[in-house]
């Protein structure tokens, strides 16, 4: 198929661009660097700067995909809270205007890159996809309004659609020839790359938030699922796909590492010791999150293999250091 990638310059997408070149497909990758350089835009993929916003300009009915797969986008809930306009902007407006273009130029499957942040507090452990959606960031309402959107457009307009909802990807992509594709983002936010950093020396020690708790350890558990695992539930979407249909699924692997089980597996895996800073919660940080990624095990046929903490954490430091 020839598929447009949007954000392929970042953690996932340039992961989900190599598996499906490697699988034959043709990839254009979509991404206005805002949060990434091109390094990690595979070479064997056509790469166009611009905006998702503008995707008509390349989205043509001449330039003939047979899909999109949208994972452009702001990350941070963090800054969705302080900056919500820049969030409603990239990845609401710009999600809009994707569907319009794709409707526009007759091009009828779409896999979207949603969020856990769509649940907010849990109201089930493991979440499932039935359970109720209130996020408390606008990170995740932005990413919710695009869902909803989407679920109109295979309705009236059959869109043959998949929206994944991630939780915690981490580590990295680590291919037979050498190639190693990872998380870098500018402001890094997330657990692992920063206790990474730590270990190495670059930032003095690892900001901690909360140890009371109610979990064996008084940490927050979170479901880390392997980029590598994440990116390969794409493929199977894509084929899974199906006119009219807006599926859903959670991308998880079931059970959660607490915060604690993190560091010590960074002290494990890079022989460093790993000071902690422990700090007060954070509002809006629910004591346990993780997913039942049963639906997409059964209907993908997806099982995700690498599932150790520690091969996870290592695969993150492999590209780390090849980084710095
Ligand atoms: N990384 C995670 O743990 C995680 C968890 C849940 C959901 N997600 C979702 O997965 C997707 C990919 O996440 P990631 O970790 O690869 O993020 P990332 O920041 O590495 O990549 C996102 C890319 O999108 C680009 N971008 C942003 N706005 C754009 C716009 N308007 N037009 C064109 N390009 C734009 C950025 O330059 C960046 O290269 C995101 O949509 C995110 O919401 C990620």
Redesign the pocket.
Known sequence: MKLLV??G?????AVVSRLLLDAGHTVVV???????DAAQVPADAQFVQ????DAAEILTPEAGFDGVLH?????SAGESMSLPELHWE?NTR?GLNLIDAMRAAGVRRLIF?S??ACYGEPSELPLTENAVTMPINTYGAT?LAVDLAIASEARAHKLAAVSLR?F??AGAYVGADGTVIG?R?DPET?LIPIALEVAAGKREKMPMFGDDYPTPDGTCIRDYIHVTDLARAHLRALEAATPGEHRIYNLGVGTGFSNKQIIDAVREVTGADVPVEWLPRRPGDPAALYASSAKAQAELGWTPEKTEVADIVADAWTFYRRQN
């Open positions: 949007t954000g310059a970042g953690f996932v997408g979509l991404d206005d660097l805002s949060r990434n611009g905006r998702v916003q994972f452009a986008g702001l990350i990239a710009a890159s969020t856990a990413k991630y915690n990807v998380e983002h997330h």
